[in-house]
């Protein structure tokens, strides 16, 4: 890390914690102005999940003062909490102003240039429409062809799947890996709509490129006959035996090249368009492909002349897309939960700690411990991250950790730029329909998280009798690695009752402070 402003190393905020009354983990009472039943009423839902070896880590505080606490140190996975971690890190290494370009730049003299040259800079947001106005920028600086197109490495080596993504094999558009050059994030949009009554389907993609394959069996039908067909999409591999039985299947699969195999077959009856997304196995030649067939679109011919070994010393720049400052991309990632911005914010966090070199995962990771041991004052055996969007089971902290980087981000000046993008219970992002109809509809803002074996939430709540409630509920299923579960069987956590619990626990904490 890059030496730290001294102010923030005043009073590291874990202290605060510590100096509050004595543990008493997993009894969890921590009184500071609330009397032994208002605790158990707060912590009583999440003990009971613990019935069946569920794992619970809690702790609740007031400006920084804990109040009730269980299994407060304990490490577990927090799934999506991960990028309130990610944000908090971008915030100081990046700054919230801080933005990401894209530029195209010419290697000769127009209208036929030797190279067409674009320079990443690691823009997450890159949609289609862009890559689109940047050929047709292009084109409007005089270009009528090129000998070759270039992607120049950017801020990221080639690897492009962050740590623990190898966990499942799914095709879905949210496990899509980062790259420096990236479109739509690192996914690819399937549209099938139905055509004359015995012809292929009409397949629209949002984009296109040598790394997507499209195959078309399927037929289009009507009348009686298509009212026996079933209509089925998804992201497996598993769908030639409904295709057999005159289901319609859409379908992705990764091939032995490592490209993107998308297959329709069966019959379609539906007569709405059926729109899939899938993720592409190596996003950035993926861009690069459909930038190379949007140059061609807007008229720019681009040859296939070799590669440039490394950037030219003088290219012209022709055009360039701004991305979002840190700031605005922080309200998508934090309050939808998207992965691939996560893992690219803290991809970048790793290029700029190593000198804006070209980096891998290990940089951005690494700057983040660092950041936690030193600014927000968390002991190491605290937490441990490897990954910056939470998926899988690359990162653990505990619930004291994480209430300990709530209570930073409040006295930090840039924090109210975390603060402000979390989801609002009842109102928007992935808390939009929790907590609706509650007191802490509204008020509440926090980050949720969800896995198959894991349902967290962190945030804050602005307490009508004032001050602030700190909170992290980290809720784990059964380690049952480590313990012999009855019968042989380990219990699958039940996602639904984490929720509940972990609303419970919150009201009971606001209905403790009304009563007061």
């Not at 689109?132 to 950017?154: N, P």
């Not at 009507?222 to 769908?239: C, D, I, L, N, Q």
Request: net charge positive; aromatic share 4%.
């Amino acid at each position: 890390m890059k030496p730290i402003p001294a102010v923030l190393l005043l009073l590291p905020v874990w202290a605060s914690l510590a100096a509050a009354p004595s543990r008493a983990d997993p009894a969890g009472v921590r009184r500071g102005g609330l009397d032994a039943g208002q605790v158990d009423a707060i912590l009583a839902p999440l003990k009971a999940l613990e019935s069946d070896g569920t794992r619970v880590g809690a702790v609740f505080a007031l400006d920084g003062r804990e109040l009730a606490a269980l299994h407060g140190d304990v490490l577990l996975n927090p799934a999506s909490v991960t990028k309130l971690f990610t944000a908090a890190v971008a915030l100081i290494v990046l700054g919230p102003d801080s933005a990401s370009a894209t530029t195209v730049s010419a290697l000769g003299d127009a209208p036929k240039v030797d190279a067409l040259i674009v320079t990443p800079g690691g823009d997450p947001t890159l949609q289609a429409a862009d890559l689109e106005a940047l050929a047709r920028c292009v084109h409007d600086r005089g270009v009528t062809a090129a000998g070759d197109l270039v992607v120049l490495q950017g801020p990221f080596t080639a690897p492009s799947d962050p740590p623990a993504y190898d966990r499942k094999g799914t095709l879905a558009p949210y496990r899509a890996g980062v790259a420096a050059f990236v479109v739509d994030r690192g996914a690819v949009t399937v549209t099938v709509s139905p055509g004359a009554p015995g012809a292929e389907p009409r397949v629209a993609l949002s984009t296109s490129s040598d790394r997507v394959l499209l195959v078309n069996e399927a037929r289009t039908v009507g009348g009686a006959a298509g009212a026996r067909a079933g209509t089925r999409a998804g992201a497996g591999t598993g769908g030639k035996a409904q295709a057999a039985k005159g289901r319609f299947v859409l379908s992705g699969e990764i091939d032995g090249e490592g490209r993107l195999v998308l297959r329709l077959a069966g019959l379609l009856k539906s007569k709405t368009p059926i729109v899939q997304s899938f993720r592409v196995p190596d996003p950035g030649p993926h861009a690069a492909g459909a930038f190379r067939a949007d140059l061609e679109a807007a008229g720019v011919k681009v040859g296939g002349g070799p590669p440039l070994a490394a950037a030219p010393s003088s290219p012209r720049v022709l055009c360039t897309r701004e991305g979002p400052t840190l700031g605005a991309l922080l309200v998508p990632m934090l309050k939808d939960s998207v992965n691939p911005f996560a893992e690219t914010v803290l991809r970048l966090v790793g290029s700029r700690e190593s000198g804006d070199r070209p980096v891998g995962f290990v940089e951005g990771a690494t700057a983040l411990n660092a950041f936690l041991k030193g600014p927000v004052g968390v002991p190491p055996g605290a937490f441990r991250f490897a990954n910056g969007s939470g998926l899988y089971d690359a990162n653990a902290v505990s619930a004291r950790a994480t209430v300990a980087l709530l209570r930073w981000l409040q006295k930090e000046p840039k924090g109210s730029a975390v603060l402000d993008a979390l989801p609002v219970a009842g109102v928007d992002g992935t808390l939009k329909k929790r907590l609706k109809g509650t007191p802490l509809a509204g008020r509440l803002r926090a980050k949720t998280g969800t896995l198959d074996d894991a349902v967290t939430l962190a945030g804050v709540l602005p307490l009508a009798a004032g001050g602030t409630l700190e909170f992290a509920v980290l809720v784990n299923a059964p380690d049952c690695a480590s313990r012999s579960a009855a019968g042989g069987h380990c219990p699958a956590l039940d996602r639904f009752a984490a929720r509940k619990a972990t609303d419970e626990a919150l009201l009971a904490a606001w209905k403790a402070f009304e009563d007061r």
